[in-house]
């Protein structure tokens, strides 16, 4: 089973809201990302955790905040988000956080901002 | 820092016509190889990768891909496309040494294909 869950699909927020979106996989993988799509570009890596320990964040605003609280779950947590912060957010998750370790991609949460 | 170019971006092809997608990478040295494909609607699936050994890489469905190390390239071919292969596909280099870590996924900016019956 090479499957990454992603709830909720779809998500509609005020700037001055707060919600958190939830990644899980049962797979036994130890390291899991965050990355953010826009329509017609390709994934940009957000955030990495590899073992339970965020890795690499990538200049990521401070309104996005990862928490992973085991091994089987990640979450992100969005706050005071901007209009252009509205885009695909994708999970992922590999065996391990070695460059030959592929990941393998949840079908993500659309997230819209008003 | 590595960069991904795909040079097509948006593919239009009849069915049973063969497909090659083009992807080169930036500099070489050591680097692992993905193509992954993006179906309407559905998320990012893996269709092939390669790390070493036979530079001509078998994935599903058909797929296949290869290593030209002095080209900095990854090409994706189909002998025979079906209509069911419509979707976004995405090369993928992983750079261990790019000194953003080893979990360092650099994507292509896509190439869409759309199969015609």
């Known amino acids: 089973d090479t499957e990454v869950t992603q709830t909720p699909k779809h998500l509609v927020m005020g700037m001055t809201n707060k919600k958190s979106l939830k990644c899980e996989q049962h797979?036994?993988?130890?390291?899991m990302y965050w990355y953010k799509q826009k329509a017609k570009k390709p994934p940009e890596l957000m955030f990495v955790?590899?073992?339970?320990?965020?890795?690499i964040n990538e200049s990521v605003p401070s309104r996005f905040s990862p928490e992973c609280p085991n091994s089987s779950l990640l979450n992100l947590h969005l706050h005071a988000l901007q209009p252009e912060d509205s885009a695909l957010y994708l999970c992922?998750?590999?065996?391990?956080?070695?460059?030959?370790?592929?990941?393998?991609f949840g079908p993500g949460t659309r997230l819209t901002v008003l | 820092a590595q960069s991904v170019s795909q040079h097509n971006h948006h593919v239009i092809l009849s069915e049973a016509a063969s497909l090659e997608l083009g992807c080169n990478y930036s500099?070489?040295?050591?680097?692992?190889l993905f193509w992954y494909v993006q179906y309407p609607g559905q998320h990012l699936q893996l269709l092939l990768k390669?790390?070493?050994?036979?530079?001509l890489v078998k994935g599903i469905k058909g797929f296949e891909a290869e290593f030209i190390k002095s080209k900095f390239s990854f090409n994706l071919r189909k002998p025979s496309v079906q209509w069911s292969d419509t979707a976004e596909y995405f090369c993928?280099?992983?750079?261990?040494?790019?000194?953003?870590?080893?979990?360092?996924?650099?994507f292509g900016k896509g190439t869409k294909l759309s199969v015609i019956p």
């Open positions: 390669y790390f070493s050994g036979d530079p």
């Open positions: 955790y590899s073992y339970e320990k965020l890795s």
């Open positions: 993928a280099v992983n750079d261990p040494y790019s000194g953003a870590g080893s979990y360092q996924l650099t």
């Open positions: 992922a998750s590999s065996q391990g956080a070695g460059p030959t370790d592929t990941q393998y």
């Open positions: 797979m036994g993988h130890r390291a």
């Open positions: 500099y070489g040295g050591t680097v692992n």
